[in-house]
């Protein structure tokens, strides 16, 4: 090895250390910075040419040699934890729907519905226990006040179905505008990684910056990842490419019919969402838990409290013989205002008809407890799988982390490590400068 050969595989250390304190440092500094990945410097031993006529056998290496500054990430693990992550976006806002359906039924057993059912039933037994019309007066008086008690309430539920359902729309609308936003801010990104990988840039950072898009992408709207060439991506929502290369192609919210209520959805209403005039079905994400709350849970729910409004003022009407309700829905329910309560031309009421009456409302008590008991288990149910696909989510977060994550102690200690290696080439460069020094200067001088 010549002695101008040691200089340049000296530098080219010192160069190589220098890098890698440089690519720490920028690690160090982003320790704490949300979506960004290690990086490290790649970098190979340089061989001699070891063929021609100069070829010699016993010369180390050319030295080290930079290949380039890696970003440190596992491509599976990314996957898996975006994955993950939108399944616990989905069953989060799913229990949230539950939550609030049992909000809007609001029956404790000693509040709501359950409380007014037994107090219309006391009503009527106080009817058919009374003596004398002014009593019989009071106490009519009493069971149409409870009525109406009964049938406010079950309007109160409706309404407040309603306004959630219209609440979940208006959240599908504002979802797929951040998806949106997000979609086209990937679309930026892949244009500008394109441009700088071209130009021979390293785009860690940039990539870093996509990779959060993206991952909110995937918390919207289940979307998935196709890499392509040249560090670019394409998403999909469904089987619709949201962004191809540097090009979007928006999410659109389509109701159906336009005025999309929840009346209407309880029959052919449906909100859908398309891309490029295509429907498309969001696999997972807080878009696909407001599809099926709009399109089925709610519309379900309501219909199961129709269901019950209806036998409830029919089975009330087959006991008293005329009808005291009127309505076939939670909505429309209401106390007949012509109603005239039987027993009233007499001094007491027919037992009878009050115990039929009472009769028929325990078999309502009954059938409202099973509904109620029907909806809190499946609120505790997407409690319990929302707080399971958390922690699944934060398990895969920690195993992407774990690859990609800045760890300052091991920073610290290569630090430490480079630190040493550019003090070490530092010196072998001292050393061939004072051995050129002496060569130069003093070789052949007599001393006096």
Same mark, same amino acid.
């Not at 979940?168 to 700088?196: K, S, T, W, Y």
């Not at 959060?212 to 929502?237: C, M």
């Given at each position: 090895?010549?002695?101008?050969?040691?200089?340049?595989?000296?530098?080219?250390?010192?160069?190589?250390?220098?890098?890698?304190?440089?690519?720490?440092?920028?690690?160090?500094?982003?320790?704490?910075?949300?979506?960004?990945? +290690?990086?490290?410097?790649?970098?190979?031993?340089?061989? /001699?040419?070891?063929?021609?006529?100069?070829?010699?056998?016993?010369?180390?290496?050319?030295?080290?040699?930079?290949?380039?500054?890696?970003?440190?990430?596992?491509?599976?693990?990314?996957?898996?934890? +975006?994955?993950?992550?939108?399944?616990?976006?989905?069953?989060?806002?799913?229990?949230?729907?539950?939550?609030?359906?049992?909000?809007?039924?609001?029956?404790?057993?000693?509040?709501?519905?359950?409380?007014?059912?037994?107090?219309?039933?006391?009503?009527?037994?106080?009817?058919?226990?009374?003596?004398?019309?002014?009593?019989?007066?009071?106490?009519?008086?009493?069971?149409?006040?409870?009525? +109406?008690?009964?049938?406010?309430?079950?309007?109160?539920?409706?309404?407040?179905?309603?306004?959630?359902?219209?609440?979940?729309?208006?959240?599908?609308?504002?979802?797929?505008?951040?998806?949106?936003?997000?979609?086209?801010?990937?679309?930026?990104?892949?244009?500008?990684?394109?441009?700088?990988?071209?130009?021979?840039?390293?785009?860690?950072?940039?990539?870093?910056?996509?990779?959060?898009?993206?991952?909110?992408?995937?918390?919207?709207?289940?979307?998935?990842?196709?890499?392509?060439?040249?560090?670019?991506?394409d998403v999909y929502v469904g089987n619709g490419a949201i962004v191809s290369r540097d090009s979007v192609e928006p999410l659109t919210l389509?109701?159906?019919?336009?005025?999309?209520?929840?009346?209407?959805?309880?029959?052919?209403? +449906?909100?859908?969402?398309?891309?490029?005039?295509?429907?498309?079905?969001?696999?997972?994400?807080?878009?696909?838990?407001?599809?099926?709350?709009?399109?089925?849970?709610?519309?379900?729910?309501?219909?199961?409290?129709?269901?019950?409004?209806?036998?409830?003022?029919?089975?009330?009407?087959?006991?008293?013989?005329?009808?005291?309700?009127?309505?076939?829905?939670?909505?429309?329910?209401?106390?007949?205002?012509?109603?005239?309560?039987?027993?009233?031309?007499?001094?007491?009421?027919?037992?009878?008809?009050?115990?039929?009456?009472?009769?028929?409302?325990?078999?309502?008590?009954?059938?409202?407890?099973?509904?109620t008991t029907d909806i809190a288990a499946k609120t505790q149910s997407a409690d319990n799988r929302a707080t399971l696909a958390q922690q699944?989510?934060?398990?895969?977060?920690?195993?992407?982390?774990?690859?990609?994550?800045?760890?300052i102690d091991e920073e610290m200690t290569n630090l430490v490590s480079y630190q040493h290696a550019y003090s070490a080439a530092a010196r072998?460069?001292?050393?061939?400068?004072?051995?050129?020094?002496?060569?130069?200067?003093?070789?052949?001088? /007599?001393?006096?």
């Amino acid at each position: 090895m010549s002695t101008f050969s040691g200089i340049n595989q000296a530098s080219r250390a010192l160069t190589a250390a220098q890098r890698a304190m440089e690519v720490t440092g920028q690690n160090i500094a982003n320790a704490n910075t949300p979506g960004y990945s +290690r990086q490290r410097v790649d970098q190979v031993s340089s061989v /001699v040419a070891d063929t021609g006529q100069w070829a010699r056998q016993d010369v180390p290496g050319d030295g080290v040699q930079i290949t380039g500054i890696s970003r440190v990430a596992d491509a599976l693990a990314a996957a898996t934890a +975006r994955q993950d992550s939108a399944t616990a976006a989905e069953q989060k806002t799913t229990a949230s729907v539950w939550a609030g359906i049992e909000n809007a039924l609001g029956d404790t057993g000693a509040t709501g519905l359950s409380r007014d059912l037994a107090d219309l039933s006391a009503a009527w037994n106080d009817l058919a226990n009374a003596q004398g019309s002014q009593a019989a007066d009071a106490a009519k008086a009493l069971v149409l006040s409870r009525s +109406r008690a009964v049938a406010s309430t079950l309007n109160s539920m409706d309404s407040q179905l309603s306004a959630q359902f219209d609440g979940l729309v208006g959240q599908g609308r504002a979802v797929v505008d951040q998806a949106n936003e997000a979609a086209r801010r990937v679309a930026d990104l892949n244009a500008v990684i394109l441009r700088a990988s071209s130009s021979g840039s390293i785009p860690n950072e940039l990539l870093d910056q996509r990779d959060g898009y993206v991952n909110q992408l995937a918390d919207l709207t289940g979307a998935r990842v196709v890499q392509r060439e040249n560090g670019l991506v394409d998403v999909y929502v469904g089987n619709g490419a949201i962004v191809s290369r540097d090009s979007v192609e928006p999410l659109t919210l389509v109701k159906t019919p336009a005025s999309l209520s929840l009346e209407s959805a309880k029959t052919t209403g +449906r909100l859908t969402f398309t891309v490029a005039g295509s429907v498309v079905e969001p696999p997972a994400g807080q878009l696909k838990a407001t599809l099926d709350a709009v399109n089925k849970t709610l519309p379900d729910q309501v219909n199961a409290l129709d269901g019950f409004a209806a036998k409830l003022a029919g089975d009330v009407r087959t006991a008293h013989g005329t009808d005291v309700f009127t309505g076939t829905t939670a909505k429309s329910m209401a106390v007949d205002p012509a109603v005239v309560l039987n027993g009233s031309t007499g001094t007491s009421v027919d037992g009878a008809v009050a115990g039929a009456v009472v009769g028929a409302l325990g078999t309502a008590t009954t059938t409202w407890r099973g509904l109620t008991t029907d909806i809190a288990a499946k609120t505790q149910s997407a409690d319990n799988r929302a707080t399971l696909a958390q922690q699944v989510s934060l398990k895969s977060s920690a195993a992407r982390e774990a690859v990609s994550g800045v760890s300052i102690d091991e920073e610290m200690t290569n630090l430490v490590s480079y630190q040493h290696a550019y003090s070490a080439a530092a010196r072998v460069l001292t050393a061939i400068d004072e051995a050129l020094d002496r060569l130069i200067n003093r070789t052949g001088v /007599v001393g006096r």
